[in-house]
């Protein structure tokens, strides 16, 4: 089995900054490509940003392109997301998944098998 858990959310003013994790645990981590998803009340889930199994490569929505950072420590088995200069608009509940084939770098093929509850992230104006 695979299980992921992700913590960090709250409420933050807008402006403010916030540091996403997702802690892996059940496979070797380090094999696959991490994504962050978000999704609002009412809304469809939404691709914020995605890491390679390596670390080497990022992708990005363009929403929150030059604002999010997503990166990972394979040591730790720990994929982040840091926002910054968050909006309202970016109020959602937040969720990690993993990729479902080893070494596969596909961020917006929707083959993330693996997925965490989520984490609430609430932006005030």
């Known amino acids: 089995q695979v299980q992921l858990v992700e913590s960090g959310g709250g409420l933050v003013q807008a402006g403010g900054s916030l540091r996403l994790s997702c802690v892996a645990s059940?496979?070797?981590?380090?094999?696959?490509?991490m994504g962050w998803f978000r999704q609002a009340p009412g809304k469809e889930r939404e691709f914020v940003a995605a890491?390679?199994?390596?670390?080497?490569?990022?992708y990005y929505a363009d929403s929150v392109k030059g604002r999010f950072t997503v990166s990972r420590d394979n040591a730790k088995n720990t994929v982040y997301l840091q926002m910054n200069s968050l909006k309202p608009e970016d109020t959602a509940v937040y969720s990690c998944?993993?990729?479902?084939?080893?070494?596969?770098?596909?961020?917006?093929?929707?083959?993330?098998?693996?997925w965490g509850q989520g984490t609430q992230v609430t932006v005030s104006s």
């Open positions: 998944a993993a990729d479902g084939f080893k070494y596969r770098w596909a961020p917006l093929l929707n083959g993330y098998d693996f």
């Open positions: 059940g496979r070797t981590f380090s094999s696959y490509a």
């Open positions: 890491i390679s199994y390596s670390g080497v490569s990022t």
